[in-house]
T-cell receptor, first 114, second 112 residues
Framework: GENVEQHPSTLSVQEGDSAVIKCTYS??????FPWYKQELGKRPQLIID?????GEKKDQRIAVTLNKTAKHFSLHITETQPEDSAVYFC?????????????FGTGTQLKVEL | DAGITQSPRHKVTETGTPVTLRCHQTENHRYMYWYRQDPGHGLRLIHY???????DKGEVSDGYSVSRSKTEDFLLTLESATSSQTSVYFCAISESANNEQFFGPGTRLTVL
C-alpha cells in the first residue's frame, strides 16, 4: 500500500517569512495530492490539492509543487501570518472511481511567531 | 462547513463494551469515510462507503465494522472496544470519488 512521509514534524517561522513542508510518497500509481490544515481541536480542512497532470498550483499565498519522477510534493506558504499556525497534513491517493482512499502523512506543526 | 454531524462528540466507555458512532450528512453525497486520528500517525482510513449498503475496508479496519442503510447515515461500530481504540474519529464525505473530502467535527472516544 501507499506510504507517505512528511517533514518537518515541527516548523517555526517569523511572521512574513515563507514556510515549506515536504512529503514523499511510495506508490507511483498515486495521482491525487491534497493538503489539509487542522487548527487545535478542529476538523481538518482542505486548503489546496493537486493532481498528477500538473506540476504546480497556486492559490493566493499557498502553492503546491509536484515532482512525479522523484515522488515528492511540497506545500509553500508565503508571507506567513499568525493565523497560519496549525497542523498541516499532506495526503496521497489513486483516484480510481471506486473511492478516494487517502493515505496521510503524520503532520507538521507550523508556528508563526510575531 | 459541509452539512456533516457526528454523534456523540465525546464518549468514555469500558473495555469490552460495544460502541457505535454515527455520521450524518445533509449533502446527499455518495461517498462517506471513517478515519481515526492518533498522535504520530496522522489520519488513517478505517472503512469507507461508495453507496447505500456498499462498503469497503481501509488501512486499519480490524476491530471495526460499518453499515450504511441510507445515504445520509454511516455508522461505525466497535464490537468490543479495546484501549488501543482510544482515538479521535472523523467522518468525511465527498460528492464523487474524485472530489475533495469534507470532514465532520470528530468524536473523541476514550476506552478505559
Amino acid at each position: 500500500g501507499e506510504n507517505v512521509e512528511q517533514h518537518p514534524s515541527t516548523l517555526s517561522v517569523q511572521e512574513g517569512d515563507s514556510a515549506v513542508i515536504k512529503c514523499t510518497y511510495s506508490d507511483s500509481a498515486s495521482n491525487y495530492f491534497p493538503w489539509y490544515k487542522q487548527e487545535l481541536g478542529k476538523r481538518p480542512q482542505l486548503i489546496i490539492d493537486i493532481r498528477s497532470n500538473v506540476g504546480e498550483k497556486k492559490d493566493q499565498r499557498i502553492a503546491v509543487t509536484l515532482n512525479k519522477t522523484a515522488k515528492h510534493f511540497s506545500l509553500h506558504i508565503t508571507e506567513t501570518q499568525p493565523e497560519d499556525s496549525a497542523v498541516y497534513f499532506c495526503a496521497a491517493s489513486e483516484l480510481t472511481g471506486g473511492g478516494n482512499k487517502l493515505t496521510f502523512g503524520t503532520g507538521t506543526q507550523l508556528k508563526v511567531e510575531l | 462547513d459541509a452539512g456533516i454531524t457526528q454523534s456523540p462528540r465525546h464518549k468514555v466507555t469500558e473495555t469490552g463494551t460495544p460502541v457505535t458512532l454515527r455520521c450524518h450528512q445533509t449533502e446527499n453525497h455518495r461517498y462517506m469515510y471513517w478515519y481515526r486520528q492518533d498522535p504520530g500517525h496522522g489520519l488513517r482510513l478505517i472503512h469507507y462507503s461508495y453507496g447505500v449498503k456498499d462498503t469497503d475496508k481501509g488501512e486499519v479496519s480490524d476491530g471495526y465494522s460499518v453499515s450504511r442503510s441510507k445515504t445520509e447515515d454511516f455508522l461505525l461500530t466497535l464490537e468490543s472496544a479495546t484501549s488501543s481504540q482510544t482515538s479521535v474519529y472523523f467522518c468525511a464525505i465527498s460528492e464523487s470519488a474524485n472530489n475533495e473530502q469534507f470532514f465532520g467535527p470528530g468524536t473523541r472516544l476514550t476506552v478505559l
